[in-house]
């Protein structure tokens, strides 16, 4: 069985096609989960669908035929061609697999290098999977190790700190626009998470902010934890809104653009809209004088200027991938090798038992010195078997690791032990 990873990002398609590729609800991953599951060589399944991303994360006995597979049922979902998805997407099989998702966990792999979400939207498409029973032990694994990885690079690095993130390039993009912000109304569309980062950074910039959603209530909830004060308004407002403020993000997860010809309003003030929603919020047909709209993928400038200022903490980041992925795969030997040293000390303990008893038995010994018997015993088997239970611990790091396991299984019959079924429960699973 391999690690298996199927990845679509701004990497190598547009946002078009992101957009046709993009899970807006629970109910399509969970079906698109069960689809993929069908397949007999796919096992676990983790799925990340972001606005900037797909990533299919699983476990596989024939990687040609699962990553096949899982491409033919996005070309199915998202009605985008099988050869085209095919030809783009980046398949990443065991080693590059494992690399690939510590380096997606660190930020590393984002438009913005360093965004803080991406963490936290990889921890919620886990524990989505875990609960619903999509993934077992060996994803768990894995998950725990990226995350740990993700933790390590934060806490080595300085790429968590500071704006990073979409709403925070945007909003960099708006303020070079403006240039002197203050006075300057934003209006920001959507009351999710993140709609509260870009009112966090237009706060920041010195803009007046405005909030506006369908939903009312959570736009007044989310206002109302900001030190200063932003203006909320119904949804009912919003192309009166549209015609009047300078700058807006929109930032909802609307499977549909809610700004389409029909009430998009002309206006006779410079106006920046900056679509950060995937699906986009905007219909791209819109042309209006005076009007500029930035997508995602239009923030590129920014992202580069981010990436040259980042370069060095990003090399160190990626040392530290390379390093915890060698060290991943270090670590599952290990836990191959664990189980048998000590079925090794039980089987000694079983066979002191025995003799011990049967010793007694036949008059061999006295039941007075049983004790004592047996610590010396004990002492023999722990100083005979210290040096091979050393070598296997060294060997786990070493190619042919497999072998070895399986040979000494074999000879000590530890094959169908229980004991060597040791399952490891990801630590992160009840963590934010």
């Known amino acids: ?19 046709k590729l993009s899970f807006n609800s629970d109910e399509d991953k969970e079906r698109f989960i069960k689809q993929i599951l069908e397949n007999e060589a796919t096992k676990e399944v983790v799925l990340l669908s972001t606005c900037n991303r797909v990533e299919i994360i699983t476990r596989s006995s024939n990687v040609k035929q699962s990553a096949r597979n899982i491409i033919e049922k996005l070309a199915t979902y998202s009605g985008l061609d099988f050869e085209l998805l095919y030809d783009r997407a980046d398949i990443y099989d065991n080693d590059g697999a494992v690399h690939h998702l510590f380096s997606v966990a660190s930020a590393l792999d984002s438009l913005v290098i360093g965004e803080t979400q991406i963490v936290g939207q990889l921890k919620d498409a886990f524990r989505f999977s875990q609960a619903k029973g999509y993934c077992g032990t060996n994803i768990t694994r894995v998950m725990h190790y990226a995350f740990k990885c993700a933790a390590q690079v ?29 006075g300057v109304k934003a209006l920001v569309i959507g009351a999710g998470e993140m709609s ?69 309003p002309s206006s006779n003030i410079n106006r920046y809209w900056f679509d950060i929603a995937v699906p986009r919020d905007i219909d791209e047909n819109i042309s209006l004088s005076n009007l500029e709209v930035y997508s995602v993928d239009d923030l590129q400038d920014i992202v580069n200027e981010n990436m040259s200022l980042r370069a060095e903490q990003a090399k160190t980041a990626y040392g ?26 039980v089987k000694g303990n079983d066979i002191i038992d025995k003799k011990v008893k049967n010793a007694i038995k036949k008059g061999y010994i006295s039941a007075s010195d049983e004790e004592n018997i047996r610590k010396l015993c004990q002492t023999v088997i722990t100083e005979y078997l210290h040096q091979p239970s050393k070598q296997l611990k060294d060997i786990s790091k070493n190619m042919e690791c497999d072998l070895v396991v399986g040979t000494v299984q074999n000879m000590f019959g530890f094959n169908n032990d229980s004991n060597l079924r040791n399952k490891y429960k990801c630590d992160h699973l009840s963590k934010n």
Do not use: C
């Not at 237009?202 to 405005?210: A, C, M, N, P, Q």
């Not at 203006?231 to 809610?258: D, G, Q, R, W």
């Open 154 to 182: 934060r806490n080595a690095t300085s790429l968590g700190t500071g704006s990073v993130s979409v709403a925070s390039t945007a909003v960099a993009k708006a303020k070079d626009i403006i240039g002197n912000t203050k």
């Open 1 to 19: 069985m391999s690690y298996l990873i199927i990845s679509f990002s701004h990497k190598n398609i547009d946002i078009k096609m992101r957009e």
């Open 320 to 345: 530290i991938v390379s390093r915890m992925s060698l060290e991943f795969f270090e670590w599952l030997k290990s836990l191959e090798i664990e189980p048998i040293v000590k079925n090794l000390y």
């Open 196 to 264: 509260e980062l870009t009112v966090k950074h237009l706060i920041s910039s010195g803009f007046d902010v405005t909030i506006i959603s369908r939903d009312m209530k959570k736009a007044q909830n989310l206002a109302t934890t900001f030190e200063v004060h932003v203006n909320v308004e119904p949804y009912s407002e919003l192309s009166n809104l549209l015609a009047k403020t300078p700058v807006m993000i929109t930032a909802t997860s609307a499977p549909y653009p809610i700004i389409t010809k029909d009430n998009a």
